[in-house]
């Protein structure tokens, strides 16, 4: 039987505000173990939580990014359970009224634009940090993290494979780096989600049982956990069992996923409103202005790069969904940049590179006009694409711009009539057979002699110039 | 009607435990009170907003300004079993 | 001796700024009284003796410089044990808390010590200021100071205790459903809850948050109102605390209440109230007609909702509030266990007396899934009937009379077996922290037995100068008891 896998996600992004989301201890990541901590965030007796202005800002941006409604009347709960990372015994969170509803993400994905739609946005903070002793008798807490701001992003059940799932998460990542509200720091965490799968036989309508993944760090283990969990849930299915529903752990590490507890044991959180915080009032003139301010975003990028620039719909994607790209290539743009050549080196070789330093556009050493110079050089026929190549490498080492490194490594091409003559003369001499042989229907000698006068000219000859010059002579 | 089952339920949420005697006392002292909370039910609140705060204001915030945490000494003093850096609990599984 | 702590506020004040007596010497005195009554009114937890003279020694510094802006300055005062006072411990009279030290003032705190006020020590309570006799205190038993044979009155009782027995001048308590103004009326002193929101939270560990008010407990409704002066105020780390005017609250005494239209609800009157305090409150009532008040019957029917109402909010708040003592990061931790959870529930079953364990469990089942909408919803909305019938009612008369309590104080140990019966004596205070409305009680005469009876003055929001002005004049006419 075939299957039809149904996904959906719980995303958390740590919000990149100067403070912690209830009070002014910073919010910074790698500090010290329990050295960003105050009465507040560290839970002890009688103190009170008083919510950052910024957090709010920055979960109605994120949802006016992601289309969504934004509510009202919005309030905070208190959401109980007992954990040692969790110093007040309770999350501050919101409940039945998120700050942010019923919006929606484009995603593109296999040549197709697809609608994901999102749920709830919310706002509230994270916990701290357990490390575990070796010695498997303790653990260690670390109240850095407790207060840090969080906004959970819930999505529908819109995806059918993981593959859309990960589309999206790379797509979400760069709508929070565009406006600026999260690092996005996969490796310091700052970006996780809780993964929901279940599947179905084709053509069924109701949804499977599902089960929930929490702990998830990484797109990559993500991706990796879904498609675990899809073929676990098939097997179940294939040998005539049912689904439970269920919350498992992934363990990344190990690559499979661990039961966590089962839906009898499912947390009674208890909810009720937080009686320290007043509720939150948002009106239309603040939802516009927080509009305002909101830049461009990758869906509309891509159009524009396809309309304005007449990039192919798929170099459009690749450069708009990755906020560095796109940032790079713009400007380089403004810089008088081809926006076919440029993005042609940024997804060609520039690609290339970072790929292999396993890094991002941000990563790019060099300036946009540096791009915008080669690109230029290479177009005036001052260097060919070969030695434009040797230029960029070079120019991801040192800080020299194009045209130095030009000189530097003796690439300039030479363009001078008289002097490609002689040299093409020369060639001829030493090869007095060519012409015949060329007459006589071996053409190949044509690429020869070019490729003999390009090493005579230790590379730096217009082939465009040489080529007719040597045309001419083996016809005469 | 509030059971033994269901105080053992409610204690195993509140991180309390009780012996057989003080279960019996806990049941009946609950059973007592939620008695008498009951009396609620007689009056007709359809359509009755909740108030969770009795001074309706909005928007209470505050300016995201960063000023110095404690000294991690202060953190910790307290706490009944630490390390120099860490607080310390039995292990954690999960 | 003894004369010298009868003396108000004021009357010490200028005996400090006519240098008649330094701080230092007050404080010694108020010390020495502590160490002659403590051993029968067992009021104070922690006597701080060494900061208490600093506190002092400053105190005469700023008054010797003639710079003291604070009437209270150089004043002796107690604190109730569950405000956070830094350096010095704070346990809310719990095995719970019993080592800790707050690192951290409480916003009250900051204004006290700001107008030089002394403070001598810590006084006892109802463990978490859960209770109304002060007998769930982990630690002793305080006693009334009209009679050493009966309570106090709680959660307050050792703030209340502490200012009948003239061991301080005044003394701060807090009240979540009538923790200030029962003691006061118990031990013959006045105590006003203030608006909720008129006084900032920070620093005072909560019971429920909803509810929760600090303020003053004193000799006379002048020196309150000097003290809640000290202390009301937006904080911004208090989000609940709200701008009020320029707290101001002494100077309008004294302007009588002719004309004023005083409310009396029939059903706080009813056949559960001991027919002498009626008397004595009815007795005051007539006294202030005949200072030119105008007297209305009114009705307040939500009476009999308000305390089932109480008691599912504050229950489900403080189940939540008190999750965090865990054995973790302060407090106590039960010397074995197994695990983590058992750690857990150890330190919180040794750690906690019965009735918070109590209010605990009953919060925790009320928020329970499935049963939040028939209680806790419920409670929410029967608060919402509560507020706007208060608030019609205000729109009637300008203050409201009932008694504080139904009955006088009674034995150390006669309602510890009936956790509900004890529950009834909060009856007539539990709807104005509902409403957050605020309310002072100030004594009105004593019953056959001797002990002291308390009236409640209850104001509309933010209103403190009528319930003080209301207060005062009633003082000033009472005459002796």
Request: glycine content about 8%; some cysteine.
């Amino acid at each position: 039987m075939n299957y039809e896998t149904v996904i959906g996600l719980e995303v958390h992004a740590e919000l990149n505000t100067k403070t912690k989301i209830y009070c002014s201890c910073a919010n910074e990541f790698g500090a010290e173990p329990n050295t960003k901590c105050c009465p507040i965030c560290s839970g002890m007796p009688g103190v009170l939580p008083s919510l950052n202005e910024k957090v709010v800002e920055s979960c109605v941006k994120a949802g006016l990014a992601m289309n969504c409604e934004i509510t009202e009347y919005s309030k905070q709960d208190r959401k109980n359970y007992f954990y040692p990372d969790l110093p007040k015994a309770y999350q501050i969170s919101q409940f039945d009224l998120p700050l942010c509803h019923d919006g929606y993400v484009d995603i593109y994905v296999n040549g197709e634009t697809k609608r994901i739609g999102i749920t709830r946005i919310h706002i509230e903070e994270d916990a701290g940090k357990l490390i575990h002793g070796l010695d498997g008798k303790e653990s260690f807490a670390d109240y850095n993290r407790c207060g840090v701001p969080l906004i959970e992003i819930v999505t529908e059940p819109d995806f059918r494979s993981p593959e859309e799932a990960h589309v999206f998460l790379e797509t979400l990542r760069n709508i929070l780096l565009f406006i600026g509200v999260s690092d996005c720091k996969m490796q310091e965490g700052s970006l996780r989600c809780d993964v929901n799968v279940s599947v179905r036989p084709e053509g069924q309508k109701k949804l499977g049982t599902r089960s929930e993944m929490k702990n998830v760090g990484t797109f990559k283990g993500a991706v990796k956990a879904m498609e675990f969990e899809r073929d676990r849930q098939i097997a179940i299915l294939e040998q005539g069992g049912t689904i439970q529903q269920e919350t498992r752990r992934w363990d990344d590490a190990k690559g499979e996923s661990v039961l966590l507890r089962s839906k009898e044991d499912a947390h009674d959180y208890r909810y009720f409103p937080e009686p320290d915080i007043m509720p939150i009032h948002i009106q239309a003139e603040t939802v516009e202005e927080i509009r305002k301010t909101i830049p461009e975003l990758p869906n509309e990028k891509f159009k524009r790069y396809m309309d304005e620039y007449g990039l192919s719909e798929y170099d459009a994607s690749l450069i708009a969904f990755h906020i560095y790209f796109a940032e790079f290539f713009e400007k380089c743009i403004q810089e008088g940049g081809n926006p076919k050549a440029i993005s042609n080196w940024c997804l060609g070789d520039i690609s290339k590179i970072l790929k292999q330093k396993e890094q991002e556009a941000d990563a790019i050493p060099f300036a946009p006009k540096a791009l915008v110079e080669l690109t230029k050089l290479v177009e005036a026929d001052k260097i060919s694409n070969t030695s434009a190549k040797k230029v960029l490498d070079r120019m991801f080492e040192t800080d020299k711009s194009p045209e130095t490194l030009v000189e530097e490594m003796g690439l300039l091409q030479i363009s001078d009539n008289s002097f490609l003559e002689g040299i093409v003369d020369e060639v001829m001499a030493e090869n007095p057979d060519t012409p015949a042989q060329y007459k006589n229907g071996k053409t190949n000698v044509l690429g020869f002699l070019v490729g003999q006068v390009m090493k005579k000219s230790k590379g730096k000859a217009n082939p465009q110039m040489v080529n007719p010059m040597i045309k001419e002579r083996l016809e005469k | 009607m509030i059971t033994k089952e269901t105080v053992q339920y409610v204690a195993d949420l509140a991180r309390l435990s009780f012996d057989e005697t003080s279960i019996e006392k806990f049941t009946k002292d609950m059973e007592q009170i939620i008695g008498f909370a009951d009396k609620l039910g007689e009056l007709d609140t359809e359509g009755v907003n909740p108030t969770a705060h009795s001074v309706p204001v909005y928007n209470v915030f505050r300016e995201d300004e960063v000023k110095e945490s404690f000294p991690r000494n202060e953190i910790l003093k307290n706490a009944p079993e630490k390390d120099s850096e860490y607080f310390v609990v039995p292990k954690v599984v999960e | 001796m003894s004369d010298l702590f009868q003396c108000s506020v004021r009357e010490i004040s200028e005996k400090l700024k006519k240098k008649e007596i330094s701080s230092v010497e007050l404080t010694q005195k108020s010390l020495e009284q502590i160490h002659k009554t403590e051993p029968q009114a067992e009021a104070f937890l922690t006597v701080c003796e060494e900061q208490a003279l600093a506190q002092a020694k400053k105190a005469d510094e700023v008054l010797a410089a003639g710079t003291a802006q604070s009437i209270l300055t150089g004043i002796p005062m107690a604190v109730k044990d569950n405000i956070c006072t830094k350096g010095i411990r704070t346990t809310c009279a719990s095995r719970m808390l019993e080592h800790f030290i707050p690192p951290y003032d409480a916003a009250v705190m900051e204004k006290l010590n700001g107008a030089n006020a002394v403070m001598v020590g810590k006084v006892n309570l109802d463990e978490f200021a859960m209770g109304s006799s002060t007998e769930n205190s982990y630690f002793k038993k305080t006693k009334n100071p009209h009679d050493l044979t009966r309570v106090p009155g709680g959660s307050s009782g050792g703030s209340a205790a502490s200012v009948g027995f003239h061991e301080v001048f005044y003394s701060l308590g807090s009240d979540t459903g009538g923790s200030i103004r029962q003691p006061a009326a118990y031990c013959g002193v006045v105590g006003l809850k203030p608006t909720y929101g008129l006084v900032s939270r920070y620093g005072l560990v909560a019971f429920a948050s909803s509810l929760d008010q600090i303020g003053p407990l004193a000799n006379n409704v002048e020196d309150c109102a000097f003290v809640l002066e000290t202390i009301a105020g937006k904080d911004p780390r208090d989000a609940t605390s709200v701008d009020s005017r320029k707290a101001d609250f002494s100077s309008g005494l004294g302007k009588g209440v002719k004309g004023l239209r005083i409310g009396i609800p029939k059903e706080y009157f009813g056949s559960s109230l001991n027919p002498e305090i009626k008397e004595k409150v009815l007795n005051a009532v007539k006294a202030l007609e005949k200072e030119g008040a105008e007297i209305v019957d009114i009705s307040l029917k939500e009476l009999d909702y308000a305390l089932p109402a109480y008691y599912i909010i504050s229950s489900a708040e403080a189940s939540s509030n008190l999750a965090r003592y865990d054995g973790v990061k302060y407090g106590y931790r039960a010397q074995e266990f197994d695990s983590l959870i058992d750690m857990y529930r150890k330190s919180r079953t040794e750690g906690f007396g019965d009735e918070v364990k109590r209010r605990i469990m009953l919060g925790t089942y009320v928020l329970s899934s499935g049963y939040y909408d028939a209680y806790y919803k419920k409670a929410q909305q029967v608060r919402t009937l509560i507020q706007q019938s208060f608030v019609s009612r205000f729109e009637q008369v300008d203050a409201i009379i009932t008694p504080t309590v139904p009955n006088e104080a009674f034995r150390i140990g006669e309602k510890t077996d009936n956790p509900t019966q004890m529950y009834l004596e909060d009856i007539y205070t539990v709807s104005i922290n509902i409403a957050g409305l605020p309310a002072m009680s100030v004594p009105c005469g004593k019953t056959s037995s001797n002990m002291p009876v308390g009236m409640q003055i209850i104001g509309k929001h933010f209103d403190e100068k009528t319930i003080l002005n209301v207060g005062y004049t009633y003082e000033q006419i009472r005459g002796t008891f």
